[in-house]
């Protein structure tokens, strides 16, 4: 007798175990992400502090201290390690080096939102597997944020939220492995520090000591960030009341519509001044998002509302923080202040939509997920295609990069990493000025003669 197709058999044969699931979940993501932008990796740009504050600098200076230096008013060690590293592989790899780096942390927000630790709000690891995958399928951000290693720091915050406001691992080791990536996430972003305020709930989830010393550790390691990783000075001030209007109109255009329609679809509306239809498509985005979800809030568990409650608090105060940074861009740039907002806004409406017709998973028979599917499928075509610009780096550029790197490779001492100090000047890619990229040849130091 022949066996007819059933998505659960298909699904179950595919990834098997929880680690399979995520190992191919990781691979499916990192393929979406490189459809998305293929230019951005394969011929990486060293985008603006990719090339003068990582590839450069970490040549001309090896010193490991580097890791903890301030750039932009704070810290980012994360970045800074990967600039550190890079500093050490054949210039030519480099650019790949930070593009790769940059597709793992994102893929890894990923799989987190797809592991058993998000359970309590989608019990049903199928349904969790295709709400992550449709929403990596979305165009949210832009080519800088999958392929920039400086941008990086923005999955490392995502990360750091999620593994928060999710479930605890369930073995020693997973909490070993916890802990230490919280540590070193504190010191990624300045967007920790609004966030331990989400130490509440994870003590909620950690009923166990241990695990409840851990959180006090990350918390302090917190409060160090904000003592000594973040210069508070370059904050502009701003009246409270210009934040929260702002925070809504923001929240409005550039979490809710760009979230669901794309940073072009947003620009074009704005364009020709249809603010009352690009605010009314966002409140329509929001009414949706509440009803879908409703049933998810009810059916889900006190530690599931928790999380979803979680998850709305840093929506909240992540964009009214980015307007209070006075660095945000009505207009055309500045996808990153919006971009977590936008993953988790869009994650809760997508599970809304998938898990409407049964409480904790998609349905069993393929034709009653159709409509929902093909709706969200079409959606999907439209947003990448007609926002395809925000995803396409400069080809011209990435060419020049190769033609540099190739340059410096080849004059690079492979024993100290450093140009030969009879070169008569330094290795310098043009780009605008402020973001030229400058390989200095090292001078010797006449100042203890």
């Known amino acids: 007798m022949k066996q007819t197709w059933h998505p659960t058999r298909w699904f179950n044969n595919l990834t098997g175990t929880p680690l399979r699931r995520a190992l191919v979940l990781f691979v499916f993501v990192c393929l979406i992400k490189l459809a998305q932008a293929p230019v951005a990796f394969i011929l990486p740009s060293l985008f603006y502090e990719d090339g003068r504050d990582m590839f450069a600098f970490y040549l001309n200076d090896?010193?490991?201290?580097?890791?903890?230096?301030?750039?932009?008013?704070?810290?980012?060690?994360?970045?800074?390690?990967?600039?550190?590293?890079?500093?050490?592989?054949?210039?030519?790899?480099?650019?790949y080096f930070y593009g790769l780096s940059s597709l793992a942390w994102c893929a890894a927000c990923y799989v987190l939102l797809a592991s058993g630790r998000m359970r309590h709000v989608v019990p049903d690891a199928r349904s969790r597997f295709l709400v992550a995958l449709v929403v990596a399928a979305m165009p949210l951000g832009n080519f800088a944020l999958l392929s920039v290693n400086d941008y990086s720091k923005w999955h490392q915050l995502m990360l750091f939220i999620l593994l928060l406001v999710s479930l605890p691992p369930t073995t020693?080791?997973?909490?070993?492995?916890?802990?230490?990536?919280?540590?070193?996430?504190t010191w990624t972003n300045p967007g920790t520090i609004p966030c331990i305020l989400l130490l509440i709930p994870a003590a909620?989830?950690?009923?166990?000591?241990?695990?409840?010393?851990?959180?006090?550790?990350?918390?302090?390691?917190?409060?160090?960030?904000?003592?000594?990783?973040?210069?508070?000075?370059?904050a502009p001030p701003l009246p409270m009341g210009t934040?929260?209007?702002?925070?809504v109109t923001y929240f409005l255009q550039r979490v809710v519509f760009e979230g669901i329609l794309g940073s072009s679809t947003r620009?074009?509306?704005?364009?020709?001044?249809?603010?009352v239809l690009l605010h009314g498509?966002?409140?329509?985005?929001?009414?949706?998002?509440?009803?879908?979800?409703?049933?998810?809030?009810?059916?889900?568990?006190?530690?599931?509302?928790?999380?979803?409650?979680?998850?709305?608090?840093?929506?909240?105060?992540?964009?009214?923080?980015?307007v209070r940074s006075g660095r945000?861009?009505?207009?055309?740039w500045g996808h990153h202040y919006a971009?977590?907002?936008?993953?988790?806004?869009?994650?809760?409406?997508?599970?809304?939509?998938?898990?409407?017709?049964?409480?904790?998973?998609?349905?069993?028979?393929?034709?009653?997920?159709v409509w929902p599917l093909a709706g969200l499928f079409a959606l999907i075509i439209f947003s990448n295609i007609h926002n395809r610009g925000a995803f396409t780096s400069r080809v011209h550029q990435g060419m020049k990069v190769m033609d540099f790197t190739r340059q410096v490779s080849q004059e690079l001492n492979p024993r100290t990493r450093t140009l030969p100090r009879d070169r008569e000047s330094n290795l310098v890619l043009k780009k605008d000025g402020k973001w030229d990229i400058v390989v200095v040849v090292p001078r010797l130091d006449t100042s203890a003669r």
């Open 281 to 322: 498509v966002a409140i329509i985005g929001i009414l949706l998002c509440i009803r879908l979800t409703y049933h998810r809030i009810l059916a889900c568990g006190r530690e599931g509302r928790i999380t979803v409650a979680s998850m709305s608090f840093v929506i909240v105060v992540l964009t009214i923080v980015s």
């Open 172 to 185: 020693r080791a997973g909490e070993a492995v916890e802990f230490v990536v919280l540590l070193l996430l």
């Open 243 to 247: 934040v929260l209007s702002d925070s």
């Open 204 to 234: 909620l989830f950690r009923r166990q000591f241990r695990q409840r010393v851990g959180l006090a550790l990350v918390g302090i390691s917190l409060l160090a960030y904000a003592k000594w990783g973040i210069d508070w000075r370059t």
């Open 339 to 369: 971009y977590i907002q936008q993953i988790l806004f869009v994650w809760l409406l997508t599970v809304g939509i998938l898990c409407k017709r049964s409480g904790n998973r998609l349905p069993e028979r393929p034709s009653r997920a």
């Open 62 to 95: 090896h010193s490991v201290s580097n890791i903890f230096r301030f750039y932009a008013g704070y810290r980012s060690i994360a970045a800074n390690v990967v600039g550190f590293v890079g500093a050490w592989l054949d210039p030519r790899a480099t650019p």
């Open 267 to 275: 620009i074009q509306f704005l364009r020709q001044s249809d603010f």
């Open 328 to 332: 945000v861009d009505w207009v055309d």
